[in-house]
T-cell receptor, first 118, second 110 residues
Framework: GAVVSQHPSRVICKSGTSVKIECRSL??????MFWYRQFPKQSLMLMAT?????????EQGVEKDKFLINHASLTLSTLTVTSAHPEDSSFYIC??????????????FGQGTRLTVV | QKEVEQDPGPLSVPEGAIVSLNCTYS??????FMWYRQYSRKGPELLMY????GNKEDGRFTAQVDKSSKYISLFIRDSQPSDSATYLC??????????FGTGTRLLVSP
């Protein structure tokens, strides 16, 4: 069964509105979760690292005021795209690293959220 | 130069063929190497995981890592139409932060 649940799978919103995407770790607690963005025919690009109980760490070039991340519990991280614009339309995916440290950086991914801003 | 290079394809093969997918990388500090399969509009799912150099086999899938050449491969034997997907290589220096290739789109025709 799914290890990571991401919701919604698809959302269409008007330009200027905000959209919240949820990522839940179903099988284990996660102090860290990752948010990626994937444009068509491009690789997954890490946007930010979500840290439970503290501020998220953003990658270079990612606007932290636009992409708000909240990791309020050990099983839930949310990404809010604020004042969305058409150029924010993309596929957003969260991932949760495996708790089995012996396997290194194995990660489980959510189903992804297709955001379309019109 | 990108840290990880991967031919985007598409790679078209007939059912039953052996498929070879490859990635090259530039960061010699990478130690963990993974292959993910991603169906259209879905999140990636882990196929193979390898630490350092060597081979790993799991059913029809074989992963190879050659750190001296900074080259990794995924082989799929007896390919099936259900293998049609995008295959992403990913690698990391240590825990958690993965660097992905662009993905190779594979099409297996019946």
């Amino acid at each position: 069964g799914a290890v990571v649940s991401q919701h919604p799978s698809r959302v269409i919103c008007k330009s200027g509105t905000s959209v919240k995407i949820e990522c839940r770790s179903l099988d284990f607690q996660a102090t860290t979760m990752f948010w990626y963005r994937q444009f068509p025919k491009q690789s997954l690009m890490l946007m930010a690292t979500s840290n439970e109980g503290s501020k998220a760490t953003y990658e270079q070039g990612v606007e932290k005021d636009k992409f708000l991340i909240n990791h309020a519990s050990l099983t839930l991280s949310t990404l809010t795209v604020t004042s969305a614009h058409p150029e924010d339309s993309s596929f957003y995916i969260c991932s949760v690293p495996s708790p089995n440290r012996g396997l290194g950086t194995e990660a489980f991914f959510g189903q992804g959220t297709r955001l379309t801003v019109v | 130069q990108k840290e990880v290079e991967q031919d985007p394809g598409p790679l078209s093969v007939p059912e039953g063929a052996i498929v070879s997918l490859n990635c090259t990388y530039s960061n010699s500090a990478f130690q963990y190497f993974m292959w993910y399969r991603q169906y259209s509009r879905k999140g990636p799912e882990l196929l193979m995981y390898t630490y350092s150099s060597g081979n790993k086999e799991d059913g029809r899938f074989t992963a190879q890592v050659d750190k001296s050449s900074k080259y990794i491969s995924l082989f799929i034997r007896d390919s099936q139409p259900s293998d049609s997907a995008t295959y992403l290589c990913a690698m990391s220096e240590g825990f958690q932060k993965l660097v992905f290739g662009t993905g190779t789109r594979l099409l297996v025709s019946p």
